[in-house]
């Protein structure tokens, strides 16, 4: 069966440093991969977007990369700041489903001054 | 800069009630969603739509829910007669052409059934 699989348990850090997010699947073949940010009580905010072909994405402060072979992303935040604290969703669509977006169960990022 | 809406942002609701849930998405979109996430558990996909008929649903999705664009504007989710399981928040996204599956999402509606 398709899995999105991230770290489950909460990633506290400092103001300043880097956290590195992982984000690993089984059975799926994806075109792209995405990440999204979720605060409490609130919808999903896109991020970024990898595709299948790119091995790394940029966007200000945040760094994606997609390893098709080891079918993993890992996505960074450097010079961390307590308004980044929130839960970060993997997500990918099945090959053929574009729209069908299926998310990670999330990871907690906590920054603290 | 454009964004989803939806109404209303709570709702409470006796089990076998039932409920639609609103939601206007940005305006130059034409693939419309709905999610739905339990507290504490992941976002669920529950339906596409697309061109005015469902292109994609869940086994989430059943006969109780229906997805109606009655409208230009709105999209909404139909639950026929609410149980307690489907308590939860429903979020509405939205997206544009060759926007390569880049969802925008509404703020959500936490439905409780009671």
């Known amino acids: 069966s398709q899995k999105i699989e991230q770290n489950s348990e909460a990633l506290n850090i400092q103001e300043g440093k880097t956290a590195t997010l992982t984000c690993n699947y089984t059975?799926?073949?994806?075109?792209?991969l995405q990440w999204y940010r979720q605060d409490p009580g609130r919808g999903p905010v896109f991020l970024l977007l990898?595709?299948?072909?790119?091995k790394e994405k940029r966007k200000e402060r945040l760094k994606v990369t997609f390893d098709t072979t080891l079918k993993q992303s890992l996505f960074h935040i450097t010079a961390s700041q307590p308004a980044d604290s929130a839960t970060y969703l993997c997500a990918l669509a099945p090959q053929g489903s574009w729209g069908k977006l299926q998310f990670g169960a999330g990871t907690q990022v906590v920054v603290t001054p | 800069e454009p964004e989803v809406t939806q109404t209303p942002s709570h709702q409470v609701t006796q089990m076998g009630q039932e409920v639609i849930l609103r939601c206007v998405p940005i305006?130059?979109?034409?693939?419309f969603y709905w999610y739905r996430q339990i507290l504490g558990q992941k976002v669920e996909f529950l339906v596409s739509f697309y061109n005015n008929e469902i292109s994609e649903k869940s086994e989430i999705f059943d006969d109780q829910f229906s997805v109606e664009r009655p409208d230009g504007s709105n999209f909404t989710l139909k639950i026929r007669s609410t149980k307690l399981e489907d308590s939860a928040m429903y979020f509405c996204?939205?997206?544009?052409?060759?926007?390569?599956?880049?969802?925008?999402f509404g703020p959500g509606t936490r439905l409780l059934v009671l």
């Open positions: 990898i595709r299948e072909n790119e």
């Open positions: 996204a939205s997206t544009s052409p060759g926007s390569q599956g880049t969802q925008y």
């Open positions: 305006s130059n979109h034409l693939y």
């Open positions: 059975n799926y073949s994806p075109a792209y």
